[in-house]
């Protein structure tokens, strides 16, 4: 019996799912905000909200579980950490980090839902998408 065993499978092998489920998290909390189809939405929900409960943590056994969960994307941009300020170039004597996804996760967003108890996410519809009519949303950190 699958009792309280709840997954959104969304027709996938488990280790296809899991690398679906990096991807969709390591975009959203890189951009804010994607759009995919009402069924990737609804599973990615409570899988971007659990890692920003680790970042909401910040210590280093969070860093290293959170790790587990995205792909550590870089980006061509630099990050301060103190302010979570980006910025496209450096200016002489500057030295600031990339950006990854690790960083923006735990300098940015972690503070920044630092006292908010859950609701991370909010998923909107939007309209059908053309080519198979398959219901879209978007969903964007809060």
């Not at 890189?30 to 939405?41: D, Y």
């Not at 450096?90 to 735990?106: A, D, V, Y």
Request: with cysteine; hydrophobic share 35%; proline share 2%.
């Amino acid at each position: 019996m699958r009792h309280q065993c709840k997954k959104h499978h969304l027709s996938k092998a488990a280790d296809q799912r899991k690398a679906l489920m990096r991807s969709l998290a390591t975009e959203l909390f890189l951009n804010g905000e994607i759009t995919t189809t009402m069924a990737r939405a609804k599973a990615l929900k409570p899988y971007a909200e659990n890692i920003i409960s680790f970042a909401k943590k910040g210590d280093l056994a969070s860093r290293r579980q959170a790790l587990k969960y995205i792909f550590d994307k870089e980006t061509d941009k630099y990050i301060n950490v103190e302010t979570g300020e980006l910025k496209d170039s450096l200016s002489e004597g500057e030295k600031l980090p990339k950006q990854s996804t690790l960083r923006q996760l735990f300098v940015v967003i972690g503070k920044k839902y630092a006292s908010r108890n859950g609701g991370y996410t909010r998923i909107q519809r939007l309209v059908p998408r053309r080519g198979d009519a398959a219901e879209m949303a978007l969903i964007q950190l809060v």
